[in-house]
Every structure is written in structure tokens, then in C-alpha cells.
């Protein structure tokens, strides 16, 4: 694997990091229909924008939840959870007003609604996108969370699932007068957010707050031609030709990775020529694994500065912040995910700190602590991360 060294690449040599002014960052990219996709990559799409490397960008997200079933109106749906008509957005029922147009045309692939592309300027495939995360907000006050009795890591296609086991404990029938799919505080759980002693929470229930933690679920670049990623390692190519946001990939994608937050860069392999970015799945808050199968799914808008990285090649996703370098494994087993990610560590550690082999995989067992980021879209990721402070006096 090639890898850009913390020398070449870090986030302190491109400026650092921080949140730049409202107005000051160099482009807009409005969740405007003409610049959204349902559920996929598409390669080659007319871009959203164009930018320079090292330019900044603000790119304005819609979360898939109360938008994407042409059998319900928005204002239906989220009215069913007190959800005022002037709190919802205008660019998700744009949005949603395309919806059967889209499906006619054969441009539904997944679920996610994406917001791009963004293409670099002079992105080639052999090249390295940094793709600094300065500043994420919500865009209205309130997400959802779903929870099914064979949802997330109880579900029947989960590796995990036995014969024999038993989904949890939740009504599994929609009551009478509600829209299909809804179920207040049973299978569709809407969560107010707002400021609680200076921090921005959400209010989980009377007593219990939690803090949000903002990123994007979704990160990715154009995928490489012809090579597609399904949510099985046997499923055939989508007949749409264009790679499903559902599983995440070299090309990253549906990665919901939390760390994935303010003050961290991920680094993306280039395929296609611009890089092709599409950002989208907004999360205000999620625990690693997403167990439910989803998190607080809240529409937000995102600042990032995006690096051009001239003939650096890079395998696999892989991400920094202030603390860690954060590495990552994707595979549809969790075992084998597991392994990509200390291999990852290790020839990262060999690579850019210069130890050896057995070396790198000693500290990788004695100092990198390995989370289950996302076990839940069948194709999961396991993230490492390699403290950077014990390696200062070597600095």
C-alpha cells in the first residue's frame, strides 16, 4: 500500500484545521434536485461544481428520512411527529417532487440522497484526495433513528444470525391511521436537538441528553469503471450500472465512520478522472456499529477543504485527526475486515515511522485500539486507530 507520509499530507501542513467564517468558504453547493442522486455513484455525471485544490467548499445535505417514498408527502410524514410544515426543508420536497421522474428514468439506485458531483481539478486516477472535515451543522432541529424487531444486527441476513434466533421485542405492525413505515417511539423515533449549557445535544427522552457527535455517513469518490461492490461478495453488478451507496468500498462511501468528524481528513483514492465527490447520509449523532441500522439521521451541511495529491496512490480509505491516524478495513466478513485493518496498521507503521514488520505488529497489539465502526450494511468496516503522541520525541 502507498500511502501519503504524515510529512507530505498532515492537515498542519495544508493550513490546519478550523471552521472558516459563514461566507468565507469558496464555494456553495446547494441540495438543490439538479445536483442530488438517489442512492448511487454515477460516473461521470455533469458536475455539481468544479473546484481548485485547496479550495474550500460548503455542501448542503438532505438525510433520506421523510424523502424518499414517493407514497408518502413529506408533510404527512413528518407531520407524524409534530413536525411543523415550516420545518421542513424546501430543497427535500424539491426533492421529492422528482422522485417519480427519477424512477422512470432508472436514476433510483439505494436509498441515500447525495449531493455532488465535485470535481477536482486536474484528479487523476493514481492520485490522493485530502479531504479536510472544518465544520458541520444541522439544518434543522430534529433527526430520526429506526428500530425494527429484525433490524440492524438482528436482522435475518445479518452474518451474525443463527436459525432460531428471535428479533427483539418490538411491534412489527403498523397501526391504523399512520402512514405506512411510521410508528412513533416504536420503529421511527424522532429526536429534537438544541443547546443544553453551551453544547449542542440531542434530547434523547426526559432526562437523558446526549451530545451530538456531526459527520457524514457518506464520503466517497466515483467508483473505478466496471468494478462494483453488492451487498453480498457474490451479488452480480447492479443493472443500473452505477455502484449502490449502501455498501461502503475503496472508493469509501457509506463508511459511518464517527470520526469522521470536525478536525479530521480522510484520504480517498482517485479513480476517475476529477475524483467525482458525492457527500451525503448526514448523521448529528451515532455510537460505533450502528447497530439499529441507523443513526440520528439529520440533515446538515458540511465545510471541507479538498487537497490534491499529485501520483500518491492509496489502497483503502484512511483518515487523521489532531490524536490518531485512523486506519480502516472493509470486507463483508467482520473477521476479515478486522484483519485489512492491522494489515493497514502495520504497513502504515513500516511505511511512515519506519519500524519493522514485527515491530509494527507488536505495537499494533499493545497500542492501536480497533473499534467496529459499522456493522450493518453487510459490507462492514473496522477502524484502527494508531495514537500519534507516543511518537513525539521521535519528531
Not at 448542503?60 to 426543508?89: C, M, R, W
Not at 449523532?285 to 443513526?295: I, K, M, P, R
Not at 451541511?301 to 478495513?329: C, Q, Y
Not at 463483508?332 to 515491530?359: H, N, S, Y
Request: charged share 20%.
Amino acid at each position: 500500500m502507498t500511502l501519503p507520509t504524515p510529512a507530505h499530507a498532515s492537515p498542519g501542513d495544508r493550513g490546519g484545521h478550523g471552521h472558516p467564517k459563514p461566507g468565507r468558504w469558496d464555494h456553495h453547493l446547494k441540495s438543490t434536485p439538479d445536483k442530488l442522486h438517489w442512492g448511487g455513484f454515477p460516473i461521470g455525471w455533469a458536475p455539481g461544481l468544479t473546484m481548485r485544490s485547496g479550495q474550500t467548499v460548503r455542501v448542503d445535505t438532505l438525510s433520506h428520512q421523510g424523502f424518499t417514498n414517493p407514497a408518502i408527502h413529506p408533510h404527512d410524514y413528518f407531520g407524524a411527529f409534530g413536525v411543523k410544515p415550516k420545518e421542513i426543508l424546501a430543497d427535500g420536497l424539491a426533492f421529492w417532487q422528482t422522485l417519480p421522474e427519477r424512477e422512470a428514468a432508472g436514476r433510483r439506485y439505494g436509498g441515500h440522497v447525495l449531493t455532488g458531483p465535485i470535481y477536482v481539478d486536474g484528479a487523476e486516477p493514481g492520485d490522493t484526495l485530502a479531504i479536510d472535515i472544518l465544520g458541520i451543522d444541522t439544518r434543522v432541529p430534529y433527526g430520526f433513528n429506526n428500530t425494527a424487531p429484525t433490524g440492524g444486527v438482528m436482522a435475518t441476513f445479518y452474518p451474525g444470525w443463527r436459525e432460531g434466533d428471535q428479533g427483539l421485542d418490538i411491534p412489527a405492525d403498523i397501526p391504523p391511521g399512520l402512514p405506512a413505515g411510521v410508528w412513533p417511539d416504536v420503529r421511527t423515533h424522532l429526536y429534537r436537538t438544541g443547546t443544553h449549557r453551551g453544547e449542542e445535544v440531542v434530547f434523547f427522552s426526559d432526562g437523558i441528553i446526549i451530545p451530538t457527535r456531526k459527520f457524514m455517513g457518506i464520503i466517497a469518490v466515483a467508483s473505478p469503471t466496471g468494478e462494483f461492490i453488492g451487498n453480498t461478495e457474490t451479488e452480480p453488478p447492479p443493472a443500473t450500472g452505477v455502484q449502490n451507496s449502501t455498501p461502503p468500498g475503496r472508493f469509501g462511501g457509506n463508511m459511518d465512520v464517527r470520526d469522521l468528524n470536525v478536525g479530521t481528513t480522510l484520504y480517498l483514492p482517485v479513480f476517475q478522472p476529477g475524483g467525482q465527490i458525492f457527500i451525503g447520509d448526514p448523521h448529528s449523532c451515532q455510537g460505533d456499529g450502528e447497530v439499529s441500522g441507523t443513526a440520528v439521521e439529520h440533515s446538515l451541511s458540511g465545510t471541507f477543504r479538498v487537497t490534491l495529491i499529485k501520483k500518491v496512490a492509496t489502497e483503502l480509505p484512511w483518515a487523521e485527526n489532531d490524536d490518531h491516524w485512523i486506519m480502516m478495513g472493509i470486507h463483508w466478513d467482520l473477521d476479515r475486515a478486522m484483519r485489512i485493518a492491522v494489515e493497514k496498521t502495520v504497513d502504515f507503521l513500516v511505511t511512515t515511522q519506519g519500524l519493522t514488520v514485527p515491530k509494527a505488529y507488536s505495537f499494533a497489539s499493545i497500542a492501536v485500539n480497533y473499534h467496529n465502526a459499522e456493522v450493518v450494511d453487510r459490507t462492514q468496516v473496522v477502524t484502527g486507530h494508531i495514537p500519534k503522541d507516543v511518537f513525539k520525541r521521535r519528531r
